[in-house]
């Protein structure tokens, strides 16, 4: 990545973004760690020779990860959305952010222990909260407001009128 993106998402990390970016490509694919860059002085959250920055990738998004301290901790006004295809996708994922001292929050996200949001959410929920039938994507959404993992076939009973 080094001279070559132009624009990538930098996310603000208080002494362990390489850890976060190593958790990061485990779990989703299309993941990487490209490179990590030592401080080449003391800084004011850091000395020199420590891990000061992090080039990786999420699912092909260019990130870096900057050890800049704890005045900034990250917020929901930020998250990644991560689109899924099947129960066991949606589950994978985000197990693996909430079992690895995450948190579950409402509506298909979660935080992973870094702080960073995460919205995994299935397409199923995406196709039928844009449905024409706005009074079955009325239902999706209602379910989904229930829920803190998106449970498809919750959401799909629910866009086709059938009650629990």
């Known amino acids: 990545m080094t001279g070559v993106t132009k624009a990538r998402i930098c996310l603000w990390y208080n002494g362990d973004a ?3 970016a190593n958790f990061y490509s485990t779990v989703f694919p299309d993941t990487r760690v490209v490179s990590v860059q030592r401080s080449p002085a ?3 959250d850091g000395l ?6 992090v080039e990786f990738s999420v699912m092909g998004i260019d990130c870096i990860g900057l050890n800049g301290g704890d005045q900034f901790p990250q917020s929901e ?5 991560i689109a899924t295809d099947t129960q066991e996708e949606t589950d994978r994922y985000w197990n693996a952010i909430v079992d690895n001292d ?3 929050s409402m509506c298909g996200w979660c935080k992973d222990k ?26 999706a959404m209602q379910a989904m407001m229930t829920m ?9 009973a629910a866009f086709a009128g059938e009650t629990a």
């Open 42 to 44: 003391d800084y004011p």
């Open 102 to 104: 995450g948190q579950e």
């Open 114 to 139: 870094w702080g960073l949001n995460w919205q995994i959410t299935p397409r199923a929920l995406t196709n039928a909260m844009s449905s024409p039938d706005r009074a079955a994507a009325a239902r």
């Open 148 to 156: 803190r993992k998106i449970d498809i076939a919750g959401i799909e």
């Open 77 to 81: 006004s930020f998250s990644f959305q």
């Open 48 to 53: 020199l020779g420590n891990v000061l920055v």
């Open 18 to 20: 390489e850890d976060a």
